[in-house]
Every structure is written in structure tokens, then in C-alpha cells.
């Protein structure tokens, strides 16, 4: 795939990050697959490894760009991302030893997951019911409403090392986890995946130091630094910085259901992409 090819779906990646919080992950992992298709089994975990990085300078540049205020939440929040950083390394680490099947069918099998996922239970495509209507016993009462408390909390401190170590391990950022989680809690989908943009961030940054630092087994191939391709990574990150900046100066007004089903899209369309390469 030309350098320019590769900037126009870097322009995409930008328009990922901002409206789906996802650091260009499902987009990236895969372009690169088929970019590095003649690498053979190999291909997938360069795009992870690729991948990772796009998704470090994206999702730095988002959170940058973004309000202060949209990123209290976050605030006070240092244990989660000191195991989201570390569950990243963990998995990038793990990602270098493991065989092409298994990243591209688990790349696949994670998005079909969470899809489903998405679409049966409540809290992201429609609300959390919240409250629920029982029958007294008295007769010719009416029937008495308990409320049920709103979850909060986004993105339980726990769950950090899980979400980073499988979020590198695949190549596909923390938003497919945290972007769910938030809505969950009560959040919009702007809110939600502004916030998914830091916590990608403390994702991909060990990730990205360890996938630079060191190739995958036997993986020798001019034009990568470690398991990068440095050249997809310029092109890609060369399309999606401006755009980046520029949706988050102006960005766009998407009503709530367009916003949500649009991530979902999003999700179909990447492990299509991957199933198929």
C-alpha cells in the first residue's frame, strides 16, 4: 500500500480517535495487515506492534487537545493507570511469543464479543433501566416504585491490568473496554470517549517502548524498528494529527444514538477487515 494510500486512512484513524475514542486500534491493526501482508504470518503482529505506537502519538495529541474540565474524572485515578501501563507491557511482551492465529482470530473473537455484548445488554445502545415496579400487598393500593441507584464509578481500578494487557496483547487500544464501561456508568458518548484517549495513553506508552525496543521472535525485516513499521506508523500518524486538532477545536455535533451505533459499526467493520485479510 502507497505512503499516500496510507495517509488518507490515516485521516480516518484521526476521525476514530476523536469521535470513538479508539487511537485508530481497529483501523490500524487492519490497514497494516494487509499493508505487511507479504511478511505472511507475521503481518498481524507488526500491525499490533504498529498499531500501538499510532495509537500512543494519537492518543497523546486527543488528550492534549482536549478541555480540562472534560478530564476530571480522571482525576486521583493513578492506581488505574499504573496497571493499565503495566498490563500494556504485559501484554505487547506476550504478543512477541504468540502465533499469528491467535492474535488475528482473537482480534476477531474479542470485537465479535464485545458486539454482542453491546447490543444485548443495556447501558450503551439503550438505558439502564432505573427503577422497578412492585405490587403492594394491600389491596387497592397502588403499586409503590423502588428506585434503583445510578452506577458510577466508570472504570473499576481493578480491572486495569486486564483491560492493558489485552488491549496490547490485540493491538486494539483500551476503548473497546473503557468507552462501554463509562457509558455504563452513566456517561454520554462524548464524555466517554474523551476519557478513553488518556487511558489508551497509559496503555500504549510501555507497550509502544517495548515494541520498539524489541522485534518479535525471528522478526528481522528492514523498515522496522523492533516490530514496527515505521513507515505505515509515519504515514498513518502524518493524516490523523491534523484532523485530530482540528475535531477537537470544532467538534462535531453527533446526536447520542448515531454516536453509539456508529461505534458499533466501527467494531463489525474492524474484525471483518481482520477475518478477512
Known amino acids: 500500500m502507497s505512503f499516500v494510500a496510507l495517509a488518507l486512512v490515516g485521516v480516518l484513524v484521526g476521525c476514530t480517535t476523536v469521535l470513538f475514542g479508539f487511537g485508530g486500534g481497529f483501523v490500524t491493526v487492519p490497514i497494516v495487515t494487509l499493508a505487511d501482508a507479504s511478511l ?58 504468540a502465533p499469528d492465529a491467535v492474535l488475528r482470530w482473537g482480534f476477531v473473537a474479542y470485537l465479535a464479543v464485545t458486539v454482542a455484548d453491546l447490543l444485548l445488554r443495556p447501558g450503551f445502545l439503550r438505558p439502564i433501566p432505573r427503577s422497578t415496579t412492585r405490587p403492594t400487598t394491600r389491596p387497592g393500593a397502588a403499586p409503590t416504585t423502588r428506585v434503583r441507584p445510578r452506577r458510577n464509578g466508570g ?20 476503548s473497546v473496554m473503557t468507552v462501554p464501561a463509562l457509558r455504563r456508568a452513566g456517561s454520554s458518548m462524548v464524555a466517554a470517549t474523551t476519557l478513553a484517549n488518556p487511558l489508551t495513553l497509559a496503555i500504549t506508552t510501555p507497550a509502544t517502548v517495548v515494541t520498539l525496543l524489541l522485534p518479535g521472535a525471528g522478526l528481522h525485516v528492514a523498515g ?15 493524516g490523523a494529527m491534523p484532523v485530530i486538532v482540528l475535531l477537537r477545536r470544532r467538534p462535531p455535533r453527533l446526536p447520542e444514538a448515531v454516536h453509539a451505533w456508529g461505534y458499533l459499526a466501527m467494531q463489525v467493520a474492524a474484525g471483518a477487515a481482520v477475518a478477512a485479510s
Open 40 to 97: 505472511g504470518a507475521d503481518a498481524v503482529r507488526v500491525a499490533a506492534a504498529t498499531s500501538a505506537l499510532v495509537m500512543l502519538v494519537n492518543a497523546a495529541v486527543a488528550t492534549a487537545s482536549a478541555r480540562r474540565e472534560a478530564l476530571a474524572p480522571l482525576r486521583g485515578r493513578t492506581a488505574l493507570f499504573a496497571l493499565l501501563g503495566l498490563g500494556g507491557a504485559i501484554g505487547v511482551g506476550a504478543a512477541r511469543w
Open 155 to 174: 472504570v473499576p481500578t481493578a480491572l486495569g491490568l486486564p483491560i492493558g494487557a489485552v488491549a496490547a496483547f490485540l493491538g486494539v487500544g483500551g
Open 224 to 238: 522496522l524498528v523492533g516490530a514496527v513499521d515505521v513507515r505505515a506508523a509515519a504515514a498513518l500518524l502524518l
